[in-house]
């Protein structure tokens, strides 16, 4: 069975700051990929960045980027320069193609930034 | 440019009573297909998904079903709704699994079920 696990409910930070948010999965397949979304207070989910487990390189897009560390099985996100509008709950997302493409979520993590 | 819709945004239903949301997609061809329910905040939990018209797997044992009557339309149904039924459903699509392709699923802007 695959996992997937945000032990962070809440994270603060202020604007323009940088912050970390966690995320910690678990899987017996080599060939995977993960992925961070963002549900802003319209519940519309939207992916932030994506990473797939053959590529050592982390991801990066714009001020997202990511810390894909594959032995320890973590896979966090940095958000620099942060912005009003990154206030959200942000989900780890872990799927295979083994798996159907089917994604396994985290809880999430509430973001809010500080003016 | 791919798009798509659900429907309706909102619905509030008595327990016992029929339910159907529907999914569709606009602009790609045999894609995937999934229907997520996430309590209030909480995470998403799969309940179906679909690789093709007629085709559905169930993630878990419940009250609800779904449909695939053509490629790029996905319904949820209920034939008696229970208060547990509350949430928020999202429908969600992604290619058909092919080498190389990226895998990330796309959603709707989801269906808020209140069930009274």
């Known amino acids: 069975a695959q996992t997937v696990t945000q032990s962070q409910p809440e994270m603060s930070v202020q604007e323009a700051e940088t912050v970390t948010l966690s995320c910690t999965y678990d899987t017996s397949e080599s060939d995977y990929y993960l992925f961070w979304y963002k549900q802003p207070p319209s519940r519309q989910m939207i992916l932030v960045i994506r990473?797939?487990?053959?590529?050592?390189q982390n991801a990066t897009e714009n001020r997202f980027s990511v810390n894909f560390q594959k032995a320890a099985k973590s896979f966090s996100l940095k958000i620099s320069d942060s912005q009003l509008g990154d206030a959200a709950m942000y989900f780890c997302?872990?799927?295979?193609?083994?798996?159907?493409?089917?994604?396994?979520f985290g809880a999430g993590t509430i973001l809010r930034v500080k003016s | 440019s791919q798009t798509i819709h659900q429907w309706p945004a909102t619905l509030v239903q008595p327990v016992g009573s029929p339910l159907s949301l529907e999914c569709t997609v606009e602009g790609t061809s045999n894609p995937n297909l999934y229907w997520y329910r996430q309590a209030a905040g909480r995470g998403l939990q799969l309940l179906f998904y679909?690789?093709?018209?007629?085709?559905i797997s169930s993630e878990v044992p419940q009250n609800l079903s779904a449909s695939r009557p053509q490629d790029r339309q996905f319904i949820l149904s209920s034939k008696k709704l229970l208060l547990s039924d509350s949430g928020f459903y999202l429908c969600?699509?992604?290619?058909?699994?092919?080498?190389?392709?990226?895998?990330?699923?796309?959603f709707g802007p989801g269906t808020r079920l209140t069930v009274l």
């Open positions: 997302a872990l799927g295979c193609m083994e798996y159907g493409n089917k994604l396994v």
């Open positions: 679909s690789v093709g018209i007629g085709q």
């Open positions: 990473q797939e487990a053959y590529k050592q």
């Open positions: 969600a699509w992604s290619v058909a699994i092919t080498s190389g392709a990226h895998n990330e699923q796309f």
